[in-house]
């Protein structure tokens, strides 16, 4: 067990719907980091948050979006979805702004558009 | 921007065999770590290089930072069934936030 918790484990919906996917750190950890692994593919960056504030930016849809709220937790919204981002949608934490130590990555969750 | 990239994408070895994955990065990285990814399951720290030339041992691994930090090495003494899995490495440049992970390699090892 990581420590880092991700709800839901599994998600189904059709495509122009919007989800939102959580995630809470490790107790401690400061930065959240989210990537995008669709099926047999690498981990693609989408984005990081350090202490509530947008640190880095991969390569992100202006139909995705995150925030990390006062508590540390984080979301990512996903909305006009299309079959195209089905994928594993995994969180990461880390203590550090620039991950300088082990990321701790939660167990994912998947999603799936029909 | 920034690539990594990891060859070979796929290995399937038998059990016994050495096992070498290669990590090719675009521009020179502060850091580099590795991670493993079992099948069905999330990436797991497995180490990280910081120094140029770096080389560090777990076990039967062995993980190597390049003299120029552009480029790592994972190589896998005598495999074990449980080696299986997805090796990924990631890095990061000085002055980003960014932590850009490399394509990947799957291995298989047959027993």
């Known amino acids: 067990d990581s420590g880092v918790t991700q709800t839901p484990k599994h998600l189904i919906t059709a495509t122009g719907q919007r989800v939102t996917l959580r995630c809470s750190p490790r107790?401690?950890?400061?930065?959240v980091y989210w990537y995008q692994q669709s099926l047999d593919q690498g981990l693609q960056f989408l984005i990081q948050?350090?202490?509530?504030?947008?640190?880095a930016k991969g390569n992100i849809l202006e139909r995705f979006s995150a925030q990390q709220f006062p508590d540390l937790h984080s979301e990512l919204n996903l909305s006009s979805l299309e079959l195209g981002d089905s994928a594993l949608y995994f969180c990461?934490?880390?203590?550090?702004?620039?991950?300088?130590?082990?990321?701790?990555f939660g167990q994912g969750t998947r999603l799936t558009v029909v | 921007g920034q690539q990594v990239m990891q060859i070979p994408q796929y290995q399937h070895v038998q059990e016994g065999e050495d096992f070498t994955t290669y990590c090719n990065s675009s521009t020179t990285l502060s850091n580099i770590q590795w991670y493993k990814q079992r099948p069905g399951g999330h990436p797991v720290f497995l180490i990280q290089l910081v120094k140029s030339g770096e080389v560090k041992k777990q076990k039967r691994l062995t993980f190597q930072f390049g003299e120029a930090k552009k480029n790592s090495s994972l190589h896998i003494t005598a495999t074990q069934t449980t080696d299986v899995g997805t090796y990924f490495c990631?890095?990061?440049?000085?002055?980003?936030?960014?932590?850009?992970f490399g394509t990947g390699t799957r291995l298989k090892v047959l027993a």
């Open positions: 948050y350090y202490n509530g504030e947008e640190r």
């Open positions: 990631a890095g990061t440049t000085s002055g980003t936030y960014k932590y850009i």
């Open positions: 107790s401690g950890d400061l930065s």
């Open positions: 990461a934490s880390s203590p550090d702004p620039r991950m300088n130590t082990e990321a701790f």
